[in-house]
T-cell receptor, first 113, second 113 residues
Framework: ETGVTQSPTHLIKTRGQQVTLRCSSQ?????VSWYQQALGQGPQFIFQ???????GRGNFPPRFSGLQFPNYSSELNVNALELDDSALYLC????????????FGAGTRLSVL | TQLLEQSPQFLSIQEGENLTVYCNSS?????LQWYRQEPGEGPVLLVT?????EVKKLKRLTFQFGDARKDSSLHITAAQPGDTGLYLC?????????????FGQGTTLQVKP
């Protein structure tokens, strides 16, 4: 149990639709990162939020966007879904300035048909 | 091309066997992490190695950081079915550990009873 909760656990969408994934970070953690993990691959860094501001972004197009709320929970939004967006989406939280250990949620499995 | 190359990509062994997985790069890193991910879960941190030549042990798992801090290995002694999972190495994007991780593609380990 990592204390990081993601919802929903599974989601099916069709190409062109929009999706919002949610992450509740561990208590006291002010930094949230989002990753995309294709089947059989390692996670790829999408972006990070620190104190409600985007703080670094990987090689993902602008249709991937996010938010972090005052309680440090976070959302990942993906517009104009493509078939290749089918993946496991992971969020991870840490408390910057301490031991900087990142804790991952179990992920949301997104299928785009 | 991947920054971190893991090998082998897939390994299926019998309970009790020993194995080694590798994480290689041409870049130098200040630290490197190993994670294990079980089906339906997010990655869980096993160890962080920081010093070139460093060896860390976690029960039957032995982690080594290369002298030049470009590569690492994970050795498992007397593997058990509970060791089954995806083993990932990761480094921080940038100089400090702020949670923006670059992962290798992973080694899928299956240990048969």
């Amino acid at each position: 149990e990592t204390g990081v909760t993601q919802s929903p656990t599974h989601l099916i969408k069709t190409r062109g639709q929009q999706v919002t994934l949610r992450c509740s970070s561990q208590s006291g953690h002010n930094t949230v990162s989002w990753y995309q993990q294709a089947l059989g691959q390692g996670p790829q860094f999408i972006f990070q939020y620190y104190r409600e501001e985007e703080n670094g972004r990987g090689n993902f197009p602008p249709r991937f966007s996010g938010l972090q709320f005052p309680n440090y929970s976070s959302e990942l939004n993906v517009n104009a879904l493509e078939l290749d967006d089918s993946a496991l989406y992971l969020c991870a939280s840490l408390r910057r300035g301490t031991e900087n250990i990142q804790y991952f949620g179990a992920g949301t499995r997104l299928s785009v048909l | 091309t991947q920054l971190l190359e893991q090998s082998p990509q897939f390994l299926s062994i019998q309970e009790g066997e020993n194995l080694t997985v590798y994480c290689n790069s041409s870049s130098v890193f200040s630290s490197l992490q190993w994670y294990r991910q079980e089906p339906g879960e997010g990655p869980v941190l096993l160890v962080t190695v920081v010093t070139g030549g460093e060896v860390k042990k976690l029960k039957r798992l032995t982690f080594q950081f290369g002298d030049a801090r470009k590569d690492s290995s994970l050795h498992i002694t007397a593997a058990q079915p509970g060791d089954t999972g995806l083993y990932l190495c990761a480094v921080s994007h940038g100089s400090s550990n702020t949670g923006k991780l670059i992962f290798g593609q992973g080694t899928t380990l299956q240990v048969k009873p």
